[in-house]
């Protein structure tokens, strides 16, 4: 009770005894307590709002105690104020020892915050590391495009593989047969002309057993040159299979096949080689079959006939 009594024992000398009660100092004194009394209420409410506002900011701790410290000195001035009539100087003194303590630690754990604030990285820091992301970016996409070149290129390879003779490097079955039933389609929905030709290497089996294998190989090799350089725009040429070969012929008929057919034999038996290799040619016209697997097995019967007949010539299905 008694410590209540003396703290808000108001009998001692007001303030303003001091100032002699003159207005000119009783203005600069009341003027600027009040100014700065508003000025550390405001600004600890704005601290607080930052903080409440924002959820990353690493140090908001040091945002409330500044904003405590702030406030408490606003306190000391309105006390200030207050005792400018009154003589209130413990209250007063105790918010003055409050506001050291307040002051005191905020500085020690400002102190204590200066390690990790000089660890954040500051504006021109922070632009020359976004410099360097957008560089490393840039590298990054152009070696992605870079990359997705290769790929696209590397899977063209693949796809081409994927329809290519690894020794001839004509089309082979699976790509010849899907080019045959694309066009045979096509010549079956208008109208159209049509022809194939099957193309065997004569006695090739005695050039495997005579001269080995690599000359077979040779020899298939030329063999498909040979045709490759016969075929015309819109034709298309694959190993069928061993020594055979078919070569799809659109907007065809029977007569264009057999001269084509023809002046394949002939190149063929121009080949620089020891001994000639000859061809037998079967053809087949599109006629009245339903499917390519139809007209492929009438081009092979004539093949099989051009055989019998001796070799090295071209039959026709239809003669």
């Given amino acids: 009770m008694f410590v209540f ?23 600069l004194h009341l003027g ?90 500051s504006t021109r820091q922070l632009e020359l590391s976004n410099r360097e992301l957008l560089t490393v970016k840039e590298e990054l996409i152009n070696a992605n495009r870079t990359l997705e070149q290769r790929v696209q290129r590397r899977t063209a390879e693949l796809e081409k593989l994927a329809r290519t003779d690894a020794l001839t490097g004509v089309a082979n079955r699976g790509e010849i ?10 010549a079956k929905r208008y109208n ?5 030709i099957m193309i065997d290497i004569d006695l090739f089996k005695e050039i495997n057993d005579t001269k080995g294998h690599q000359a077979g190989d040779d020899a298939l090799n030329h063999v498909a040159q040979a045709l490759k350089g016969c ?11 061993g020594e055979e070969f078919l070569m799809v012929c659109p907007e065809t008929d029977t007569n264009a096949a057999n001269q084509l057919a023809e002046r394949c034999r002939l190149v063929v038996m121009e080949l620089p080689e020891t001994p000639k290799i000859t061809i037998s040619l079967g053809v087949a016209d599109i006629a009245d079959e339903t499917d390519l697997e139809a007209l492929i097995h009438d081009a092979d019967a004539a093949l099989y006939r051009a055989k019998e007949q001796g070799r090295n010539r071209v039959v026709c299905h239809r003669s």
């Fill in 192 to 196: 159209r002309n049509f022809s194939v």
């Fill in 32 to 121: 600027g307590d009040i100014l700065t009394a508003l000025s550390y209420a405001i600004i600890p409410i704005t601290l607080v709002y930052i903080v409440r506002s924002r959820d990353d900011l690493r140090f908001d701790w040091i945002f409330w105690l500044f904003a405590a410290f702030i406030f408490s000195c606003g306190v000391s001035h309105v006390m200030g104020i207050i005792n400018i009539w009154h003589g209130y100087y413990f209250i007063e003194g105790l918010v003055k020892f409050g506001t050291g303590l307040i002051s005191t630690i905020t500085a020690i754990m400002l102190l204590r915050l200066i390690p990790s604030i000089r660890r954040i990285p």
């Fill in 177 to 186: 047969i899907r080019l045959g039933h694309s066009e045979f389609a096509r």
């Fill in 5 to 27: 009594e003396k703290l808000f024992d108001g009998s001692l000398m007001p303030h303003g005894h001091c100032l002699l009660w003159r207005e000119d100092l009783l203005f």
């Fill in 231 to 241: 075929c015309r725009e819109a034709d298309y040429l694959g190993r069928y299979g």
